[in-house]
């Protein structure tokens, strides 16, 4: 007797997650949000990662997601945002269960 075979079914364990920039600002308590983790523009108006009031990294942070998007662009500095790299499944729960 044959069996037909169930639907292959693939999980993607090795997802990574982004936080939306404003994460941390908005559900922080209050005490602590100015030395939270945040993505914003520094003092020279280019994008960067703040930590403690501290630049950690600037310029290319679409890099940290980016996955459909061109490596030649993501070398670039300023050319790819955080939000631009970021799919949607990366921060938003009903994109990723999509």
Known sequence: MTTAAAPLRIIDADSHVLEPPDLWDTYLEAEFRNRSIR????D?????MIIDNQVIFRDFLGGLGGVEIERSKLSVPGAVSYMEGA????????????
Do not use: F, N
Not at 87 to 98: G, V
């Open 39 to 42: 993505i914003a523009k520094d």
């Open 44 to 48: 020279e108006g280019r994008e960067a």
């Open 87 to 98: 799919p949607p499944a990366s921060y938003d729960t009903a994109a990723r269960l999509k």
